[in-house]
Nanobody, 121 residues
Framework: QVQLVESGGGLVQAGGSLRLSCAAS????????MGWFRQAPGKEREVVAG????????HYVDSGQGRFTISRDNAKNTMYLQMNSLKPEDTAVYYC??????????????WGQGTQVTVSS
């Protein structure tokens, strides 16, 4: 079992930056692929970025390409999402997720509770 706790959300003006963190419990973090998702009010949850077990492979959806950077520190059992040039449409609850598979995947097994990101115009 893996427990995930997000932090780092908040209110920021358009054009600003935030860094989200996802702290994971358990000794198997380094063997899991991880991902960031978000859900805006009235919309379905969508993937933002994914990262494989080592951090050597990453994937971004178009909306975050060039603005968001996903990374992980396996020694600290922590994953990050650096978000730059934020836009009001980035406003959402951001969730981290872990997959028992080590490679980039669309299937995730564990979820955090989410952290709110609000971007004002």
């Amino acid at each position: 079992q893996v427990q995930l706790v997000e932090s780092g959300g908040g209110l920021v003006q358009a054009g600003g930056s935030l860094r989200l963190s996802c702290a994971a419990s358990g000794r198997t973090f380094s063997s899991y692929a991880m991902g960031w998702f978000r859900q805006a009010p009235g919309k379905e949850r969508e993937v933002v970025a994914g990262i494989n077990w080592s951090g050597g492979s990453t994937h971004y959806v178009d909306s975050g390409q060039g603005r968001f950077t996903i990374s992980r520190d396996n020694a600290k059992n922590t994953m990050y999402l650096q978000m730059n040039s934020l836009k009001p449409e980035d406003t959402a609850v951001y969730y981290c997720a872990a997959s028992r598979r080590p490679v980039l995947t669309v299937t995730y097994d564990y979820w955090g509770q989410g952290t709110q990101v609000t971007v004002s115009s």
